[in-house]
């Protein structure tokens, strides 16, 4: 599983990104290393990671702010690494786009689960793929190798979040669909009594398909459907 994936590590502590990255090289990965938002940058300026291990508080920017920036240019999966204070700062982080986080301090054992995890579901997700690598839905082809989508030609940005979504919601087409139900299809967990991180995704991903042909309509009471419009 890790042949050939490259981890980019992007902790201050050089300590622990010493150790970290030891563990992941031992486990077989291409590992980058960072300290800073601006050495982060840098390297992916040359190179497009599989996976970033992204700490929350950085000398120079916050990791929350760092995610929203890359997801503009990257579909690597993002994991963050906070303090259990951190926790609304984690929150914030995983609507901004990130796709997993680990407290510190945490076993090695559990950091490589979680990597490891993020690749191996990009691989079902590339042997199960409908109709091969595309998937088209009038003006939306959405690429389920790469998960990357597109509108009319042009590529959406979409975080692993907003495109898991999509990717819902197009196969679902024309059903109401309730907010638990999407939740637990996309995040792979119950939703609980907070759906923040679904309303903001929701919002998110309307503005990037709204004036085309299809659209999300939101369902009193039940939930929510993807439809052509009228």
Not at 1 to 8: E, I, N, P
Not at 49 to 69: A, Y
Not at 135 to 146: A, E, M, N, S, Y
Not at 157 to 182: H, M, P, T, W
Request: charged share 25%; glycine share 6%; hydrophobic share 40%.
């Amino acid at each position: 599983m890790s042949d050939g994936k490259t981890v980019l590590l992007v902790e201050d502590n050089e300590q622990l990104n010493l150790i970290n990255r030891r563990a992941l090289v031992r486990a077989g990965y291409n590992v980058l290393t960072a300290l800073s938002i601006l050495q982060a940058r840098e390297h992916l300026s040359k190179t497009e990671p599989d996976v970033i291990v992204l700490d929350i508080m950085l000398p120079d920017g916050n990791g929350v702010d760092f995610c929203r920036e890359v997801r503009a240019y990257t579909a690597a999966r993002i994991l963050f690494l906070t303090s259990v204070n951190g926790y609304e700062q984690t929150l914030e982080g995983l609507t901004a786009g990130g796709d997993d986080y680990l407290n510190k301090p945490f076993d090695l054992n559990l950091l490589l689960a979680k990597i490891a995890a993020f690749l191996r579901r990009d691989e079902i997700v590339g042997r199960v793929r409908p109709h091969g690598k595309l998937l088209v839905k009038g003006p939306i082809t959405l690429d389920i190798l790469t998960t990357r989508a597109f509108l009319n030609g042009q590529d959406m940005q979409l975080s692993q979040k907003e495109f898991a979504l999509l990717l819902f919601f197009v196969r679902n087409e024309g059903k109401n669909i309730s907010g638990d139900e999407i939740y637990e299809n996309v995040w792979r967990q119950p939703m609980m009594e907070d759906d923040t991180a679904l309303k903001n995704a929701l919002s998110r991903l309307r503005k990037k398909i709204e004036n085309n042909e299809f659209e999300i309509v939101a369902v009193r009471g039940v939930g929510y459907r993807f439809e052509k419009m009228e």
